[in-house]
């Protein structure tokens, strides 16, 4: 269903550039794969010059004895923290992590709700939680290469079945992209001048068909000029934030 529902939202982008080239009056010359290489274009630049191409997720890791070095899905572009269940158990044994102040919070509040108990008890259990997070392993150090997407566990994994959870920020899909209100034009935009700058490419190799009565004059520098001038009001677009990135805050020093 997502790659039918993808495969719709680029044709209607495929259906703006063609029309708007004046397919239908005139004939353009771009074959379905120029369409796609200026979409892909025109994602790969928003991707790379846009905030708002990315997004906040979190998701589950499994981990494996001994084992340190794990790929994630391509769209993952940064590893920001990496969560564990437990204060510093490393076995996969939720049992090993029961502690009596614990258990005397679980008492003060759940049992006898209402009854005893205060935001000390709270500011207290907290505050070993963290505490004993630090000292006994409750913290994962990692590294993450954005590249090949792999990320190396800093420690010896004694055994499997714990699961993580990672903090990540990820590309927004294609899809998405394509129906946000606020990237949409731009990606059908730049799409369209890439097309145009292809389609005067492949003109501007013959200035003019022979033929009747002199023959017939090509539009291929023009398109080209048309093309550049548009591709770079949209990516000045991009440096003011037109299609919804978010601006740089203040920054000091």
Sequence with gaps: MANTELQTEKQKCFDYVRYSLGDGMVDVELDPQHYDIAFNKAADTYRQRSSNSVE?????LELVADTQEYTLPNQVTEVRQVFRRTIGSSDGDGANSFEPFEAGYVNVYLMQAGRVG???TYELFSQYQELTARMF???INFTFNPVSKKLTIVRKVNST???VLLWLYNHKPDVTLLKDH???PWIYDYTKAQCKYMLGEARSKFATIAGPQGGTTMNGDQLKQEAMAELEKLEQDLLNYVEGSLPLSFVIG
């Design 56 to 60: 906040e997720s979190y998701g589950f």
């Design 161 to 163: 079945g714990e699961s």
């Design 137 to 139: 392993g409750g913290h």
């Design 118 to 120: 205060g935001l000390a």
């Design 182 to 184: 606020r990237t949409k």
